[in-house]
């Protein structure tokens, strides 16, 4: 008798074991019987738990960035590739399943009893979301193939610089120390980009070993005709924006000219007016945003702008975090505006990726350093989260990390060519991110060894503090400073 109550309590355990690995929300979706998109995150990864971030850091505080990237990639694939082919097997996934490497997972639309046979298997960590999984390695064509001109020097002659590039110190960076991001690559993970706007073209990076529309891959990087980066949402090489997804005002291409606009028509937007763009599309889900972070690093992007912020993802944040620290390892600089929710709640909950522990979160604040009625505000909370729960609330983890300008009032692009009038009220953390995103480009275009976490310290401890003493919930540790950012670099050149 006692042996059989035994029994059933393990098999009581073993189901809740089960369940406890399928997201809350997978397990809604599929109890009314339907398919879902989701995410079998393996037992197996390069980093674990709330404290495998910071060891890896300590751990390799010496390295050189772009050796440590091509280590890990190799690691990277080799853990997904091993671990993927024997859960392939095990679990008899379907041949269209998609194994992502940066973190070890694979994605698939399963039925409710595969995922359920899925929590069984000891290989699965946890069973989250995937958001939509496109399938096409390059569909369509790029609009318009950029002459192979040659890059200009940059000049600031005949040009106007504004404000807030004077503020963040950038044109002392490029008189003082004749830095201007050139050898920087900055990812724009956005809503694409007009890379044929004449601020931008002489900054758009370029796949050295792709052929426009010939329909083949002819680097062999996984994808088709991508030169100038990639729409991982259409599943197409073209990255320009279309009305319908970015808007009136073009959000990608303003996001870029605050990184790179190079003054051509007239005004400087660039806190970086030499560094490349490399356009990169994927909304809807932690599938689609992987894509987008594999490639950056395969790529060699250096940075990734992230103007976008997501909220109510629960344990999903969990994913997010693991790709978010898998990449910064890899020496890719995560950033990202801190929101504009501040009128949402309070406090205010920065959201993701902006409310991750090592993605640059950039806060916002006016001309006159005082904060706007709409910036998101810290702290985050992460207690609550699936194989982290550290920074538990009352006091969580400070953020944002730094401050820059989110507008209005000083000039942004305008769609296809110019300005937009200067009296524009376009505004939004959106546009402070891009600032950090550059100023980043510029440090590593002065050291490109530093490594994407010091990168991170550096900003924090050149900003100018604002509000109450030291870094702070509402500003982070202060305003950004693009000089003393750059010399620091310089200073610890390997
Ligand atoms: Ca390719
Ligand atoms: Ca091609
Ligand atoms: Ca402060």
Not at 56 to 62: A, E, Y
Not at 219 to 229: C, F, L, R, T
Not at 439 to 455: D, I, K, Q
């Amino acid at each position: 008798m006692i042996h059989i109550t035994l029994l059933a309590l393990a098999a009581v355990f073993s189901l809740q074991a089960q369940e406890s690995k399928i997201d809350p929300q997978v397990s809604k979706a599929i109890s009314g019987g339907r398919s879902v998109s989701v995410l079998l995150l393996g037992e197996k990864q390069l980093l674990q738990g709330p404290k495998g971030f910071s060891e890896f850091c300590q751990k390799n505080s010496g390295s050189k960035r772009r050796e440590l990237r091509a280590q890990l990639i190799v690691q990277l694939k080799k853990i997904a590739k091993a671990e993927q082919v024997a859960l392939r097997k095990e679990l008899k996934l379907p041949r269209e399943t998609q194994g992502l490497w940066l973190v070890n997972a694979v994605a698939a639309t399963l039925t409710p009893e595969a995922i359920r046979a899925a929590a069984k298997s000891e290989r699965v960590k946890y069973i989250y979301p995937a958001g939509p999984i496109p399938q096409g390695q390059g569909r369509g064509r790029v609009g318009t193939v950029l002459g192979k001109r040659a890059v200009r020097p940059f000049s600031t002659k005949g040009k106007t610089i504004p404000w807030n590039l004077k503020a963040l110190k950038a044109d002392q960076v490029w008189s003082q120390l004749g830095i201007t991001g050139g050898g920087s690559v900055v990812a724009m993970y956005d809503a694409g980009v007009d890379y044929n706007h004449e601020d931008l073209r002489e900054n758009i990076w370029r796949n050295p070993g792709e052929r426009a529309n010939n329909g083949k891959d002819d680097d062999g990087n996984g994808w088709v005709d991508d030169i100038y980066g990639f729409n991982f949402r259409f599943g197409s090489p073209e990255v320009k924006p279309n009305s319908v997804q970015a808007g009136r005002l073009q959000h990608g291409t303003l996001t870029s000219g605050i990184v790179a606009g190079d003054g051509t028509g007239g005004t400087i937007t660039g806190v970086a007016p030499r560094a490349k763009l490399m356009p990169l599309l994927g909304w809807g889900g932690p599938y689609g945003a992987a894509r987008v972070h594999e490639y950056a690093l395969e790529n060699g992007a250096d940075v990734m702008n992230m103007s976008f912020s997501i909220p109510n993802l629960g344990h999903t944040r969990g994913l997010w975090r693991l790709m978010s620290e898998h990449a910064t390892a890899a020496g890719l600089v995560l950033v990202s505006g801190a929101g504009n929710f501040q009128s949402l709640s309070r406090p205010v909950q920065l959201r993701i990726p902006e409310g991750i522990p090592c993605v640059i979160a950039a806060g916002g604040v006016d001309r006159n350093l005082k904060i706007p009625n709409f910036v998101s505000l810290g702290p985050v909370e992460w207690g609550s989260v699936k194989f982290y729960e550290d920074h538990p609330m009352p006091k969580g983890l400070i953020k944002p990390d730094v401050s820059a300008f989110p507008g209005p009032n000083y000039p942004v692009l305008a769609n296809k060519r110019g300005y937009l009038d200067p009296n524009n009220r376009v505004r939004g953390n959106s546009f402070s991110g891009p600032h950090v995103a550059g100023t980043v480009a510029l440090m590593f275009s002065a050291n490109p060894e530093l490594t994407a976490w010091r990168v991170k310290e550096i900003l924090e401890v050149t900003a100018t503090d604002l509000g109450s003493k030291g870094k702070d919930n509402d500003t982070g540790a202060g305003l950004l400073n693009a000089l003393a950012a750059v010399k620091a670099a310089i200073a610890e050149k390997k």
